[in-house]
């Protein structure tokens, strides 16, 4: 194995960029705990002097003016599956690395084996290499596929020499490594999956799409914590990062992009797991309210902003008289600390009373309600539970709610009234100082959380 010698690799701190020839479990340097990781040497670092020197300086490109650069119009290769492409920004570039993140079982494989079969039909061709199953594994996968996957080339391989050997012979346009978890180099000692692994193994991958010119998509695993398992350098490595969520008892999934060089983030795809592998939904603003009961209390829509579209989503809530104890705050897709402000608000200028009550939120869909404009819908569920009253089925609910109880306006207003006008929705609950007029829709501004408690009130 090499390192053996023990030149060939140093242990770097993660934290503090001391390196130390031997891994230990604290850094000598600043004392920090668990944060070496194994790097290799340079090959030839501090031995290129005199003539092999100079002759590297006179190979290597020139600066050169952006102007005489001319037009580089940026090529990308769409896969056909709509969504996939949207949230690249218009397709794959070639020479990028793309990394999609996400829990195991959530559908990774199938997408990126898709996303193979349909670049081979449109002429690029792929290499699709795999750690995890074997190519009898991945044949299986492929005849459950609607896509036509028959000229897509499969490896099962985890070593990264071998990996990028079969690339270059094969002259590849587009290769998927799945996974960089399963993926190891010779030159370092560590297990695969280990954070030094992880991020050479990742590093060289780039470099291999830069000067030869494919793009490469790599699998990463998330671990429960959120994080690809490993380095969250692995992020600063790549383009384009992509993450592939949802609940793998529902059939919804969301592919967000968290980064990416060549368009925009927070942009999501929205697909739907069938038994013949993943498709695009055409609808995605529409697709979380699929299945909802109108007419029952605790129940408010909002609309949120993901990336540039607009989602319309449900947000429920039961408020129920706690039996004895501390009473009991549940929130699912929603941060518990936010619930907990929203009620004391609700409590204080709203004067309605939680502390006997069981209170659980639920978004539908598995969908995380990470913007403050969603306040207005989480109050007005909560105020139609605690009245047992409904909210009209045709009303929609938007605005940050501040701790003093008023409603605020948020961003972007428009695009998500014209969103739920398509909809269907004819009423929109939000604050007095928002400054819209669409056309269709019957406006209530409203000042202070005192107004919402009021109106809802059986
Ligand atoms: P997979 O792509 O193996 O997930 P990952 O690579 O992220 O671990 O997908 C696994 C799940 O998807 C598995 O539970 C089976 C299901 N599935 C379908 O429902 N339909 C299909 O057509 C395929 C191929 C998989
Ligand atoms: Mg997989």
Redesign the pocket.
């Known amino acids: 194995m090499a390192g053996k010698g023990g030149a060939r690799s140093v242990f770097r701190c993660t934290e503090c960029g001391a390196d130390q020839p031997k891994w230990a479990g604290r850094c000598d340097a600043c004392g920090a705990w668990n944060t070496l990781v194994e790097e290799p040497l340079a090959r030839g670092r501090g031995r290129l002097g005199g003539k092999a020197a100079s002759s590297a300086i006179l190979t290597a490109q020139p600066p050169i003016r952006l102007s005489d650069l001319g037009g580089v119009g940026l090529e990308r290769w769409q896969t056909g599956l709509a969504e996939f492409d949207f949230v690249l920004g218009g397709g794959i570039v070639p020479g990028s690395v793309i990394l999609v993140g ?1 829990e ?7 997408l990126l084996l898709q996303c193979a079969a349909r670049l081979e039909q449109a002429g690029i061709s792929t290499l699709y290499v795999s750690g995890e199953e074997s190519p009898d594994q991945i044949r299986l ?1 492929a005849d ?2 609607r896509d036509h996957t028959g000229a897509v080339h499969v490896l099962g391989e985890t070593r990264l020499e071998a990996i990028l050997h079969h690339a270059g012979t094969l002259g590849a346009r587009v290769v998927f490594v799945d996974s960089i978890q399963t993926t190891y180099t010779d030159e370092l000692e560590g297990a695969p999956g280990n954070v030094g692994q992880v991020r050479e193994c990742a590093a060289r991958l780039m470099r291999f799409a830069k000067k030869v010119g494919p793009a490469v998509l790599l699998v990463g695993h998330v671990t429960k914590g959120g994080g690809i398992a490993g380095p969250r350098t692995l992020e600063h490595i790549v383009d384009t990062v992509l993450y592939f969520e949802g609940e793998t008892t529902l059939d919804h999934r969301v592919l967000r992009a968290v980064k990416n060089r060549f368009g925009s983030v927070d942009e999501i795809g929205v697909f739907r ?5 993943l498709e695009p939904v055409l609808d995605p603003a529409a697709a979380f309210l699929a299945g909802r009961h109108t007419g029952v209390s605790g129940s408010a829509v909002t609309a949120l902003m993901e990336g540039t579209r607009p989602m319309l989503v449900e947000v429920q809530a039961l408020a129920s008289k706690a039996g004895f104890g501390t009473p009991q705050r549940v929130a699912t897709g929603l941060d518990q600390r936010r619930l907990a402000v929203l009620l004391a608000v609700l409590e204080r200028r709203g004067g309605l009373p939680f502390g006997g009550l069981d209170v659980f939120v639920n978004v539908t869909g598995g969908v995380r309600l990470l913007e403050p404009s969603t306040d207005l819908a989480v109050m007005a569920a909560l105020v139609s539970s605690v009245h047992d009253h409904p909210v009209p089925a045709d009303a929609l609910f938007i605005g940050e709610v501040g701790l003093g109880g008023e409603i605020r306006p948020v961003a972007g207003v428009e695009r998500r009234l014209a969103e739920a006008g398509r909809q269907g929705f004819r009423r929109v609950y939000l604050s007095k100082r928002s400054r819209v007029a669409p056309d269709g829709l019957e406006l209530i501004g409203m000042e202070g959380i005192d107004e919402l408690a009021r109106r809802f009130a059986a």
């Open positions: 996400g195991p079982g959530i559908g990774k494989s199938t996968r459950r596929l797991m069938t038994g013949a592998g």
